[in-house]
């Protein structure tokens, strides 16, 4: 596992984050875009990698894949197989969906999990749920705030604006990787996440926007 | 079947034997999980039997390992309250635990004990001791954890913040239109009965939490994390408990204006985004009605569009189901205007008093806000935005940044309501407002615990962030049904408010008061940063509205110490000049406007200070201080500069200053430069001596400005004219001016004093010389000799060349010579005469005066035809004043060279001048003058002298007389003489009887040379000769003896008859009295 922590080049290192492992085990992510296809899918894929306990879900009413116009996008229920997509857009066309990579993308997630999830619909409980937009936060939080809390678990809820783009994605997966590790790292999360955010934000250069909800 | 209970006993022994000694609390706790799932839901029954063993393992070392034990017994608890008894105990002991995390487990855990709890207690037909003992442990349990808010953990305070929240669910009621979940125990549930767990006090308790709650929410140094929680609880209560909608929706409103200081930009960013969700859930539940119109203003600000806020509103019905229940037994009021409203409202609250609900609803927020709605006039606003300007941080607050959306409907009646509401939670904040004390007064009336808390101020930044809300505001798009209806409330406590006004105003007067004396007597010690501007700022604003004699006591206070007060002073005085003018908005929005015109003007406070100022004993200090007062107060009156004159007897150092005061201000403050001139002219005619010698130089300084040289001229001239009345007048006679007392008549002081300013500008400005002139004439004799021995200085600065002077000369005035002379004297003491001078001079004696003293000064400049025309004249002279005109004609006192008359010129004018015009005694005296330079008649001189009278046709009466005396002076000229003398022979000498008296008087002296001479007369003459000098014969006679014969025969007979006697002289001349011609004194040798 050591191992295979320092062959990803990951800059979080292994000397102050090691011993905790099992820490970083414990804690629960889930990793959130739009359709959970791109974004979610990336980070998904590189923190399971690294040994996170990572989820990912989408947030919006169906999945959609770019189509071969920008008005006409390909639809498709939560639900839906990644399997299936794959067939389908191999069935539409081949060469486009090859082109713009959308069937690597698939082929990816199929290999992860059977399909994508919707955030909305499911009741498992994280210790951090990270989104991939404002949007996806909004609904989230929209989402949180809409159950009425029954343990008083908090769960924090960060976000982190990343474009929706393979190569975006792929910076964005390095970056939650990096939160990832900060936030396991710690001993108290609940006390220290705001000093750990502004560092991140610091480090990265990005704004992140936080809050705290309870399940 | 009955094999498998064995098993499941069984297997849970042998879980708990493995997990006792499993080294990883990993597996441990994976394999304690696995007891508690066997022994809670597979098999209830074996809980009772197990729950201490896994119990036990809350002493283990692993903070993990017993965060589950308290995880199990919440389960155990939740499964069988028959636990609870055994359990509690334990939990008491793990809410002490050291690890936070294991705290916080047990914070989550109690929440739902304590709900187990009350409602075992509550479904209990009876209360058993043990009950008691339970709900006093949770009891315990509770208060440990109502402290833990603050708490040094963020995470537990986190989860006592949710745990203030599960307490204020369960101890109080639902309403009709709360949101809960179903089934949830609460209060509703609780019997009244129960003894244990009065229902009434615990609601009171909720409350008392929610207080707390709210507090902590507007504490300052609250951590991003722990203020969104506490925004979440509070919309959730507000949301299950309508009944404090108002408190939660008035203290996000406040929160909104005053984010605690210490967020980041981006957690800055993610509080208001939690804000803005927080609202629109408060918006979408169906009591938050009354309030719509306060949270779609947060949500404008927030950056919500109108159409998104119209998105988020409950539905139409639902509403209108809401205000139906509100209105009951209420007529309908949709669309009258707003004060009749407002006033049916008032009658109505008269006529039966608001429910306790109404009251709350009210808050100070909405108070504060109706009584600034009224104060927002455009010049106000226009004011209170340049006020804080000042106050406005060097960089862009992240908040500001964050919150910015530009202002689209400024200054409609929404905006107006808006920045009302905005400034309002401000002023609620920070404590003040009439919201605040009526909320007071009514909290100590109805005497429950107060909620002020939740107004905790955050002060600190908060003025920074008074100012970015100013700006932030945005346009509010309210349905107007809405907004009416948010009045309606409002217009209930509008009698309260009435009531309360009037005291305000007095204990505000007298607060101010207060505050002013305080913060005058510490504004001297040092404050940090700004504090001390803004004291001066706020002290400003006071000192302008107190009466006159707390501005007389002001005015001493602030000149004890001078020096230091005097920025105060100083913005004092602006604010009271503004206030005159009407410049100062501020002061109209605080009402002292109209009061000024009962009051103290700016002038009169001015001039009150001034006087003061003067009256002090004179000091650096003191001058330096009036200087500053004169230079920089924004305007001085024209008679407090004239009140500078009594530093005139405060001793020189003083009167320099003021001086320099006097100059300062003319320079710079053109308007004033009159009576600033005025008076430092006043202070050159001072008494003492060093005082104008400090005073003049300045002035005429100034005056190298022609304006300011017109406003001196005319004082000095002022001055000048004093000196024709009989007395110093009274206006120089002041105690300031060092004269206490006024003489009877002139003396040589008070003439100078008149005199010297005119004489120091005369060379500046030479047409005042006119003026002089005029005086002169008419003044007393004392002024008259004052003025002429002072004249010099000034007259030499003009020069000759002075084109006034010229013109003063050609037109003297009468009675005015003695004036002219001087002048004429001092000009050509050391130089010679101009021209244009000596033409002026001429035309003047020529024309009216006749003196010809007159031309004395400029006898150089004549021709030497005039001189000699006037010379008899000036013969007849003090013997000094001839002196110093044959002075001034041999050119001694000055070497300029060019005099019209030569000495011998002279000395020959002298011998010719005619009898009639001067007897010969002065002539005498005349050439005796000359004969007494004997470096200017030299025997050279002298001897030219005597060849030019030698060519006159007729010889001067004078001639043998100074021929004698050049003999006299230089014997050497002796052969030179007895040429003369022959030659006169030749000229038939004694018919002129003078002359021939003088030539046989010069035989005598000249002795054996004149015998030659003699011999050559004709006989007769040379009788004569012998009858008036007969010693002369006998020597003659023996010389003749010693004469050769040859040289004998050439003496004619007849002579020598004469000469031995033989004819005695009976000529016909009379010999002339000896007096008539006096001889001049022998000589020494």
């Keep these: 596992m050591k191992n295979c922590w320092e062959a990803t080049g990951c800059e979080v290192s292994t000397e102050r984050h090691g011993r905790r492992f099992t820490k970083m085990a414990e804690l629960s992510f889930a990793v959130i875009c739009s359709s959970n296809m791109n974004r979610s899918m990336e980070a998904h894929a590189f923190l399971s990698k690294k040994g996170f306990n990572v989820r990912s879900f989408g947030t919006g009413d169906k999945v959609k894949l770019p189509g071969p116009a920008p008005d006409k996008p390909n639809c498709y229920e939560f639900g839906t197989s990644y399997d299936d997509i794959y067939n389908d857009l191999l069935k539409k066309d081949k060469t486009l969906y090859t082109q713009n990579g959308l069937l690597h993308m698939l082929d990816r997630n199929r290999r992860i999990k059977p399909d994508p999830e919707r955030f909305q619909i499911s009741k498992d409980k994280f210790d951090i749920i990270i989104t991939c937009e404002e949007r996806v936060y909004d609904q989230v939080l929209e989402c949180l705030e809409a159950r009425i809390p029954e343990e008083n678990t908090p769960v924090h809820v960060i976000n982190i604006d990343i474009q929706d783009n393979h190569e975006e994605a792929t910076i964005g997966a390095f970056m939650i990787c990096e939160l990832a590790a900060l936030l396991s790292g710690t001993e108290d999360l609940d006390n220290d996440i705001d000093e750990l955010l502004h560092e991140f934000e610091t480090k990265c250069q990005r704004n992140v926007l936080h809050c705290v909800q309870f399940y | ?1085």
């Design chain 2, 1 to 1085: 079947m009955s094999e498998q209970e064995p098993t499941v006993r069984e297997r849970v022994v042998e879980l708990l034997n493995t997990a006792a000694f499993l080294p990883s609390e990993k597996e441990k706790i994976a394999t304690l999980a696995k007891v508690q799932e066997l022994i809670i839901h597979l098999d209830p029954q074996l809980l009772d039997s197990f729950f201490e063993d896994v119990a036990a393992f809350q002493k283990d070392r692993n903070s993990d390992v017993r965060k589950f034990v308290v995880g199990f017994i919440e389960e155990a608890c939740k499964k069988d309250v028959a636990m609870l008894p055994r359990l509690v105990p334990n939990m008491q002991l793990l809410v002490l635990d050291e690890a936070v995390s294991v705290v916080k487990r047990v914070v989550q855990a109690v929440v739902q004990l304590h709900r187990a709890t009350l409602a075992w207690l509550a479904a209990a037909r009876t209360t058993t001791p043990e009950m008691e003992q339970v709900w006093h442990i949770i009891t315990t349990m509770k208060n440990t954890i109502l402290t833990m808010i603050d708490h040094d953990n963020d995470g537990v305070r986190t989860q006592a913040i949710k745990f203030l929240e599960a307490m204020v669910l369960l101890q109080t009621y639902t309403e009709p239109d709360s949101v809960t979940r179903e089934g949830e125990f609460n209060l509703d549930h609780v019997p009244l009965t129960l003894k244990v767990a009065r229902p009434r006090k615990l609601e009171e308790e909720a409350r008392m939490v929610l207080g707390k709650l709210l507090a902590f929410q507007g504490s300052i140094h609250i951590s991003s994390v722990n203020l969104m929680t506490c925004m979440s609880s509070l919309t959730i209560i507000a949301r299950a408990r309508p009944q404090f909608l108002g408190k939660v929706v008035n203290a996000l409103e406040i929160l909104h204006a005053n984010l605690p200081p210490t967020l980041t930009k981006s957690q800055v960013n993610s509080v208001r985004k939690h804000l803005k969700i927080q609202m629109i859930n408060l918006l979408k539940h169906p009591a938050s009605y009354d309030y719509h119109y306060n949270i779609t203003t947060v949500l404008t600000d927030l950056g919500m569009s109108s159409s998104e806020i119209n998105k988020a509103m409950p539905s139409k019905d639902s509403m209108k189901r809401w205000i139906r229940k509100d209105k009951v037994g209420e007529e309908p009021i949709e669309s009258a205007p707003k004060k009749p409203r407002i006033e049916k409202e008032e009658k109505k609250g008269k006529a039966e008093e608001p429910p306790a609900a109404v009251v709350e609803k009210t808050s100070a927020l909405d108070i504060t806000q109706r009584w600034l709605v009224e104060k927002l006039t455009p010049e106000n606003v226009a004011n209170l935005v340049l006020v804080s300007m000042i106050n406005l941080p060097d960089e862009m607050p992240p908040l500001f940044s964050a919150g910015y959306s530009p202002i689209t409907a400024a200054g409609t009646q929404a905006q107006i309501q808006h920045v009302a509401r905005l400034l309002s939670s401000q002023l609620t904040a920070g404590g003040v407002g009439p919201g605040v004390e009526q909320v007071k007064d009514d909290e100590m009336k109805a005497g429950y615990d107060s909620d002020d808390e939740s107004n905790i101020s955050r002060l600190v930044g908060g003025r920074v962030q008074e100012e970015s809300i100013l700006v932030q505001s945005g346009p509010v798009l309210v349905p107007a049904g809405l907004a009416v209806r948010g009045a309606r409330h409002k217009a209930k406590t509008m009698k309260l408010e009435e009531v309360t006004k009037p005291m305000n105003a007095t204990a505000s007067a007298k607060m101010q008061q207060l505050l002013l004396q305080r913060l005058l007597k510490n504004h001297k010690t040092p404050l940090l940063g700004s504090g001390a501007k803004d004291c001066v700022r706020i002290l400003t604003v006071l000192m302008g509205s107190i009466s006159p004699n707390e501005c007389e006591e002001l005015e001493d206070f602030l000149l004890e110490d001078m020096t230091s007060n005097c920025d105060l002073l100083f913005s004092w005085l602006f604010s009271e000049y503004a206030t005159d003018h009407d410049f100062s908005q501020v002061n109209r929005f605080l009402g002292n406007a109209g009061k000024k015109d009962k009051e103290k003007q700016y002038s009169d406070i001015m001039s009150s200070i001034m006087m003061k100022a003067l009256a002090k004993e004179a000091s650096k200090e003191r001058d330096e201080f009036l200087s500053r007062l004169f230079l920089e107060a924004p305007h001085v009156p024209e008679n407090l500069i004239s009140s500078l004159v009594r530093c005139g007897s405060q001793g020189s150092d003083s009167v320099l200053a003021a001086a320099n005061t006097l100059k300062d201000i003319t320079r710079w403050r053109p308007p004033a430069s009159r009576p600033a001139l005025e008076v430092l002219a006043i202070l050159a005619t001072h008494e003492q001596e060093t005082v104008r010698d400090q005073v003049i130089p300045i002035l005429v300084e100034l005056c190298e400005q022609e304006t300011y040289m017109e406003i001196v001229s005319e004082s000095a001239t002022k001055f000048l004219k004093y000196l024709l009345l009989e007395a110093p007048p009274e206006a120089l006679c002041t105690h300031d001016l060092g004269r206490p007392i006024q003489p009877e008549e002139w003396t040589e002081a008070s003439v100078k004093a008149c005199l010297y300013l005119h004489l120091a500008l005369l060379p500046l400005n030479q047409s005042m010389i006119h003026d002089l002139a005029q005086v002169y004439v008419k003044t007393v004799n004392e002024a008259k000799r004052s003025i002429l021995r002072l004249l010099e200085g000034p007259i030499r600065h003009m020069g000759m060349e002075s084109p006034q002077l010229l013109k003063l000369v050609e037109t003297c005035p009468k009675g005015g010579e003695t004036l002219i002379t001087r002048i004429i004297h001092i000009l050509t003491e050391k130089a010679p005469p101009s021209e244009a001078l000596v033409c002026r001079v001429r035309e003047l004696y020529n024309r009216r005066v006749s003196d010809v003293r007159f031309l004395i000064p400029v006898l150089t400049g004549l021709s030497k035809k005039e001189v000699i025309a006037v010379l008899p004249k000036l013969i007849k002279l003090n013997p000094h004043v001839v002196k110093e005109v044959f002075n001034r004609l041999w050119g001694v006192t000055l070497d300029t060279g060019a005099s019209p008359l030569t000495p011998v010129d002279l000395l020959v004018a002298l011998h010719l001048i005619d009898n009639d015009k001067c007897d010969v005694k002065t002539v005498i005296k005349a050439t005796g003058l000359c004969f007494g330079e004997r470096n200017i008649y030299t025997a050279e001189v002298l001897a030219f002298v005597l060849q030019q009278l030698m060519e006159q046709p007729s010889l001067p009466t004078l001639f043998m007389r100074t021929v004698i005396q050049t003999l006299t002076h230089y014997p050497k000229l002796l052969g030179f003489i007895m040429n003369v003398l022959q030659r006169l022979i030749s000229r038939q000498v004694w018919k002129q009887r003078k002359v021939w008296e003088g030539f046989i008087k010069c035989c005598q002296r000249a002795g054996a040379q004149s015998f030659t001479v003699l011999l050559q007369l004709p006989p007769p003459q040379l009788a004569d000769v012998f009858s008036v000098a007969p010693d002369l014969r006998s020597r003659l006679l023996s010389h003749i003896a010693t004469l050769t014969e040859n040289q004998r025969a050439h003496i004619p007979p007849s002579l020598m008859d004469v000469i031995e006697g033989r004819v005695t002289a009976e000529l016909s001349h009379p010999v002339p009295h000896p007096s008539e011609v006096p001889l001049p004194p022998a000589p020494e040798s």
